[in-house]
């Protein structure tokens, strides 16, 4: 099981790092999303897997039986795609605007904070 | 688990702690202070006079509860208070050690400052579109960044001070700034994940992400591998956000887009966040990585230090200046980390908060000198001097102290770090240094001539300049008084910063506070230890 999930984070890894290199815009964002997915993946995982009962501790009982599932994973993740998803939302919408204003999608054709042919500075009076 | 092979142990009692003391809710009040005027603010943003004014009570409180945790650390020791009091490493603890109280304490100095100098930047319909509740959120992320004693709280603090920001960033929408805006946010939500990505090692690995508890597994730890792949992993993820080279191309990108007074409460502390979090990573946490990966940082930071500020000497546009400078200032406070002696340490915290206080100072002041010419553009600056004798004298102070010359608070942990570099025979860190200090006051020497020391190239001074604001002047003002203070006197300075790198370099002291006096390994023992 882990094996597999391992996979499954590598390749969201590599798609999202893939996608991040991109020039443009929306690929760069989707390749975001993908990268906030794949680490709630590796949290799951670093928590290890079990599937066998869940984390209650019986009315009679001080401390719960062997082999639960853990549960604090669950709440990383949780509180991860709510934080990643926020961000995702911002960024959509930071990057339509960006696209009405500027124009473009194109990274190397926005460049309206750092032109390319900037003057020099002065180099006397 | 707790308890697990003592079953006589009533578990209600055993995992919860006593009620703390009446000041160790001062842990908290910065964060309760910040988000609770915050979300008043939000709630009032159509008034935006009222809502101005509780702006300033939040900040002036703010300010004072950081006062008051920074005088009840220094006289108690570290305070730490455990989120529903429930015992550590269970529940979250918020842990004050003096270096988390002291990097408060010039958040809550910056952060009002800032508040006071906006007034005047900030105008009506930014402040309707959320200025202040986005600041207010923003200072209590930051401050609480700086108290939390839990690695995935820290991470929950980075993005709400990093959504916060962004809100910020983007304030008025011009075109230059949704371009910066763009590339501040990918960046440094990247650096965010990938230290997500880190804290899930680290609970993978140590099962716990309480940063006393995994201080002491780390130093317990017999197979350095792993341990050492995810302090690395660390390292990237916050130098990514403390902009050091070569992972610093958004902040030059991006300070310089929004609204001066944004632009001056980031240089102060966002980018002195991620040097907050590589102290504790490498003090605290994994101590035992620190000489593997010491000579990466030594060299990291001499280059940043260096290209930091010969990237501001490139620069035409004096804002984009001042973002170079505060890189370069990163990379000198990054040079004591490697070295972890007692003198180093002394000098990246005495520099820390040197570096807060004047950096956001110069963005304030060059934002009223930009106002008055019209144009922050070195080609068009000029004929201040005659107008403004005043802000020419302020100006200069401002740049021996970013320099690092005599008699200002630059000087002092300068020397203690070129110090700590020769003692171990590093010349080259302490060249760099030096180096970065002389680029960099000719940087800023050259847009003190430009500005002040000639006529105006366009002639007469432009004709629609509003007067300068008065409050946002005297703010300026005293942020450089600190600095002539700390540099005039500098004795009660280096002696906290002293006591700061002592206890950076004995975690145990953190620990101890965290977990009781004996380091017991059960948590039955901790129990009585703590009752």
């Known amino acids: 099981m882990e094996v597999a999930m391992v996979a499954l984070t590598g390749l969201f890894f590599t798609v999202s790092f893939y996608l991040m290199l991109s020039r443009h815009v929306v690929r760069i964002i989707l390749g975001i999303a993908l990268l906030s997915n794949g680490v709630n993946l590796t949290i799951f995982t670093a928590g290890r897997l079990t599937r066998e009962v869940p984390p209650f501790i019986a009315p009679d009982a001080n401390f719960p039986v062997e082999g639960i599932a853990n549960p604090l994973p669950q709440a990383l993740v949780l509180t991860a795609i709510v934080i990643a998803f926020s961000f995702f939302a911002f960024l959509l919408v930071l990057v339509f605007r960006a696209y009405q204003e500027l124009g473009s999608d194109d990274s190397e054709k926005m460049r309206v904070a750092e032109p390319v042919d900037e003057p020099a500075p002065p180099m006397g009076y | ?531």
Not at chain 2, 51 to 70: I, K
Not at chain 2, 144 to 153: K, M, P, W
Not at chain 2, 361 to 368: D, E, N, Q, R, S
Request: proline fraction near 5%; glycine fraction near 10%; charged fraction near 10%.
């Open chain 2, 1 to 531: 688990m707790a308890g697990e092979d003592k079953p006589k142990i009533d578990l209600a009692d055993a995992l919860v702690l006593p009620s703390p003391d009446l000041a160790d809710w001062l842990v908290v009040a910065p964060l309760c202070i910040g988000f609770a005027f915050g979300a008043l603010c939000l709630m009032l943003r159509k008034d935006v006079r009222l809502q101005t004014r509780l702006a300033m009570t939040g900040l002036v409180l703010f300010f004072a509860s950081t006062v008051g945790l920074f005088l009840n650390v220094l006289e108690n020791g570290t305070t730490v208070m455990a989120m529903g009091r429930w015992l550590p490493p269970f529940g979250i603890t918020f842990t004050v050690d003096l270096l988390g109280a002291n990097f408060a304490l010039a958040t809550g100095f910056v952060g009002l400052a800032v508040g006071i100098y906006s007034v005047a930047d900030a105008d009506k319909s930014e402040r309707r579109y959320g200025y202040y509740p986005f600041l207010l959120m923003m200072l209590g992320g930051v401050a609480s960044a700086f108290l939390t004693g839990d690695v995935f709280n820290l991470y929950v603090w980075f993005e709400v001070l990093l959504i916060s920001s962004f809100g910020l960033i983007i304030l008025g929408s011009r075109q230059a700034q949704l371009d910066g805006a763009l590339r501040y946010s990918f960046l440094n939500l990247v650096a965010t994940t990938l230290f997500l990505i880190a804290v899930a090692y680290t609970y993978g690995i140590f099962g716990t992400l309480n940063m006393a508890d995994i201080a002491r597994k780390s130093a317990d730890m017999s197979d350095v591998g792993p341990r050492a792949t995810i302090a690395a992993l660390f390292l990237f993820a916050f130098a990514m956000k403390a902009a050091a080279f070569p992972v610093n191309a958004w902040l030059p990108a991006s300070y310089h887009t929004p609204l001066i007074s944004v632009s001056a409460v980031f240089a102060g502390l966002l980018t002195k966040v991620g040097v907050y979090a590589l102290l504790r990573l490498f003090m605290t946490m994994f101590p035992g990585d620190l000489p593997d990966l010491s000579m990466i940082i030594a060299v990291v930071a001499a280059v940043t230090m260096v290209l930091g500020s010969m990237g501001a000497l490139a620069q035409t546009d004096m804002r984009r200046a001042l973002g170079f400078i505060v890189i370069s200032g990163i990379g000198i406070m990054l040079a004591g980390l490697p070295l972890a002696s007692q003198t180093s340490l002394t000098g990246t915290v005495f520099y820390a908060m040197h570096s807060m206080v004047i950096m956001t100072a110069l963005y304030m002041l060059v934002g009223i000198m930009g106002q008055q010419m019209g144009s922050f553009d070195l080609h068009r600056a000029g004929g201040l001097y005659v107008r403004f004798p005043l802000l020419a004298f302020a100006f200069f102070i401002l740049a021996l102290s970013a320099s690092g010359l005599p008699p200002l608070s630059g000087l002092w942990p300068k020397i203690y770090l070129v110090k700590a570099s020769i003692d171990v025979g590093i010349w080259w860190l302490a060249g760099a240094i030096l180096l970065s200090g002389l680029l960099t006051t000719i940087a800023l020497v050259r847009i003190f001539s430009f500005s002040f020391w000639r006529e105006s190239p366009d002639g007469a001074a432009p004709a629609d300049v509003r007067a300068i604001d008065r409050p946002g002047l005297y703010a300026t003002l005293v942020l450089i008084a600190a600095s002539i203070v700390a540099g005039l006197y500098p004795e009660p300075f280096i002696q906290v910063a002293d006591r700061v790198a002592f206890e950076l370099l004995h975690p145990v002291g953190y620990i101890e506070a965290v977990f009781g006096p004996t380091t017991a390994e059960a948590a039955g023992q901790t129990i009585e230890a703590n009752q």
